[in-house]
């Protein structure tokens, strides 16, 4: 019994670790940072992520270690609410609603609700370790309020120069000091900053740019700072002529961390990075993310080898990012050159990558253009080499075209001796590249121009290989020609004006007879390459046509009226197997047919296309949702038993608990599913049956935990909330399973809950 | 962390002569040896038989070398008039001559005088030539005839008068002792049966014909005559091969290398060249300093011999195995081996505890100074002179980097009169290599930029400054005049093709 759920779009992760600050744990074991929706505890050893905290709904906005128990951190987020966390098992233990719209960094407990009235418009906000005040930075202000004497004072920063306004500022633990970063790279140190007027300040000055973060370490001996340099400075406290230097940490520095015990420091890295780094500074560990720069140029493409998302990353290189594990798995240098960390330089970008089917060769295009200077071009043709597993270098072609590259495919035949790259570009050429095997001047097999082409000096837009590489296809404005690439024989033109080609599409396997291209005009063309005949057209925006390379299935999507709609289809048929309106807001600027690991056997019509690939696009304004998934979830006795929900439908999943525990016992179709599954597909005996005992065992356990939970409590404000909620919670489980409940039993029956839900995730995690 | 990643120093491909295994063949001999003869060198010939001297017949002697001496052997002199065509018989004893005077002398090589005269011909005798039986030799003539005579009676055997110029080069077939082939100045080849009394192939070459030679199979014949080079099949009834126009003046001599492979032609322009003789495509050229008469092959290639119209006679002798490799170790002589095993062969014991040092990364002088900023002293140092005359690559490579980090600018400024002249002296030297020119452009226009309000203060630098300009001038001028002769091609291209036609490949 295989049961499918609906087709649905899923977040499937990328979102930014760096967007807040790192928190190190008390002993420096975990790593919390803000990602999205959720806050995610990293292992600072093993690079690892442990556990996802997810209940926000909205963008994470802060996270912070509980001063008071060291196990537990606060988290809030954009949806107004601070949730309280056991970091270590990944429980959420509190939630408290804000009507405002909280986004600055909470700092302690006692000043909690102050800072939650504040707005965002401060720049950094910090108070001493004492607690005595607060001190705030905006613009070119720098402010100091005292929490004991009940009085401010406000300080102003000198306006000799536009560009001393504050960038950071971090408090010193035990002197009265203050260190703040400015944009012009100087750091000043404020002292005796409580009498007024009479304040002092010392400047250091080594970033040559804005410094972007300042901290001083637990026991205020050293001071760290760190730009867009990408450089970590170690400043001695009162002896700042001695600085010990970290370079090449590979993006600016957006933030600096240091762990309670001062033991390990983490810096957040522009280009979504997190580096661990010992207090003797030296690099220990990189959490590597998803890279996303301004914007993908290259599109997004599927490593055929590792089954890896391929996309540029870095500036100068391309990031190989594992789907299924959320994780990227190695750079590869594309450009080959230092990287010169300073704002307004043009440097190397990739525009343009594609592999070849099996996987052997990738062809990649970096481009630098200066204000006055002619366009720099390099195509580089790299192997895969079996045994360091990666790519290396075997051409480079300087300047291969005169103006920029628009398009660049492999041949995609999988059985021919020949492989053949060919780009496109503004110069009216297309060119066709091809591995020579020997020469006299370089060894082993190299790649070199094989042909040359033009049609009526028009420019090529976009190219395609039939699916045996037997005919190309190449768009230049509204005309479609179709080449032979054995003679470069010009076949046939296809044109359907007005309106340039956008998109350009062969079919595959029963449909490769069909050519499909889009026009700007709004038209979805299909040919058919027998007859050289419009088969049919129709009218729609396609911002984005894409074929699935295991099946005759193509995706287009349509923008229409600010959100996309999703069309799947068979170019011979002319009915849709498959319509999402609405899939997203916004334009989706670029897609991939990531083929599955395991094929599913579905035999619904609507949902068979999703058997051998998953669709995965990026939209463009999502921002914290760039990677997207459509999916089936095939719904199994396990998953019912085991709770393999979706985190993001928890609420839901709370709601029907009861129903389904109530099921357990009657012998259900599931569980007649589970004793009929052959055991060697089974989790192991002990494994389940420990879970079910436990399951089984909640009321006993209820008083012990509710004494530990009543230790931890700390604010009956907070524990109000949380009850009130819990109550609406149970008012709509009431509807299945029993009538009215008096408040301690509601509240019982939210520690039954927290208790499966604990439950849950332990399974989740292992 | 990530290490420094150097400056990347593109490699170009190198210009001029392709390196094959045919060049590094040709290419491995010696200096050649000079000796001044008293005319123009018309013929030289190997001996057949081990040390292999050669004779070489210029002007009115015949000078006979060993091997690897510079002094004559052996001379003949008693010739009252210019010689022509000394040749060896297969056993290396006897040497037959013509002369102006249409007299054929034969000579024993060990002796002095003349063994026999055969008179008959009435005009210079330029070919001589002995049968493969030893007993005949063949003689062809200025007054258009061809003889066979019989060594031991010194009598005439028979008289060929089919050709209807004079017969400048014949040769006898090694395999059968009755053939021999003529080639002429009326342009054709004759091949002649002694059995029979005519000619038994004619083949046109189309010009005067001035070299024959027979493949060691004897099935083509190759003939020189004008510019051209033709190969004909003798057994296909002599139908023409392939005809070859390499040289641009007239090849005067042909040659066979020893293992039958390569096929030389020397010309009057100066070139010998050599032919692959499966595609008869140049795989070598030889250059010399005067227009070429003769030329000679020892067995085994040992030794090229080329006899030149200013009577100098030119040998290259082969360079043995071990000077090869004595002259590569010069080259590359290296630190001896254990410097670099030394402390590395240290096989660690089982309970060794390792303690793993990172390994430095090797930076070049400038790349160092890259790394710490220093923009200005890099750019002196890939402006040493070493670096600046062998391997302009690099300094051009540190430009680029300086232009890609944006401190091209601070790099360039401030220079002393030294410095600044040192800096337009590469510029002169490299700015219309198409190679740097995208990058040094702009470098310069930086330059004259910066340095505008110093000209005319330093007599040096003003200098320079004006090679460059004149330098550039011309530039124009050769591009100008490229882009004239671009937009001739593209109308006489434009007639020909219609507009769908794809461009042949770049």
Redesign the interface.
Known sequence: MVEHGDIRVVHRGGSKINFREPVLSHDSRLLLCASGECVKVFSSSTEECVHDLQGHTDLVTGVLLNPSNHLQAYSCSADGTVRLWDFTDGILIKVQLHCHHVSVQPLSVSVFSLLMCMCVTLTRLLSSSQGEYIASAKGLHLEVYFFKKQKFSLKEDNKKGAKNTFTCLSCHPKDDCIATGHEDGKIRLWRNFNHKREYTYSTLHWHHSAVSSVRFTPEGTNLLSGGVESVLVQWRYNQETQKDFLPRLGAAITHIAVSPDGELFCTAHSDNKLTVIQSCVKVSAVIQGLVKGESVRTDLMVDPRSKALVLNGKPGHLQFYSLQRDKQLYNLDIVQQEYIHESGLQQFEVVKAAFDTRGNWLATVEERKQKDSTLELNLKLWAYDEQTQSFVLNTTVSGPHEARITAMCFCHTADSQTTMLVSASQDGHFKAWQLESNHYFYEGPFWSCDFVGAYHSLVPECCCFSADGSLLAISFQEVVTVWSPASWELLTTLSQPPGAIRDLCFGRQSCSKYLLGTTAKNLLCCWNLLTCTLEWSTSMDVSLLLSDPLSENMAAFCSHAGCTDLFVFKPSEPRPLFSHKAICSGKVTRAVFAPREEMLESCEESSQWLNRSQLYFLTQYMVNIPLVIDDSVAVTPFYLLLGKHRQQQQEKQDRSFSAERNQLPQGSVAIKELLHTPAHVLPSASFLCSMFVRSLLISEKKSEEEEMESDKEEESECEMEASTMGQGQTAEAQETAAPALTKAQARELRRVKKLDHSWLSSLLDS | ????????I?VY??LGE???QDTLYWKNYKAPVQIKEFGAVTNIDFSPVAPHNYAVTAFTRIHIYGPFSQEPVKSFTRFKDTAYCGRFRSDGQLLVAGCEDSVVRLFDVSGKVALRMFKGHTKAVRVTDFTSDRYHILTGSDDYTCRLWDIPNSTELTSYQEHTDYIRCGITSKLNRDLFITGSYDHTLKLFDARVNKSVMTMDHGQPVESLLLYPSEGLLVSAGGRYVKVWDLLKGGQPLVSLKNHHKTVTCLCLSSNGQRLLSASLDRHVKVYNTTNYKVVHNFDYAASILSLGLAPDDESIVVGMTNGILSIKHRKSSEETKEISGQQKRRPAYRVFVKGKNYVPKQDDYLVSKPVKQHLAKYDKQ??RFNVSKALDTALETWTRFRKPEITVAVIK?LD???TLKNALAGRDERGLSQLLNFLVGNLVDPRFA?VLV?ATEMILDIYQSVIGQSPVVDVQLQRLQDLLEREIGYQQDLLEVLGMLDTMAKMNTS??T?????
């Open positions: 962390m990530a290490s420094f990643k150097p400056t990347k593109q491909p190198k392709k390196v094959t890259l790394k980097e890609r980090r944006g995208p702009p507009p769908l794809p461009h042949p490949p770049t």
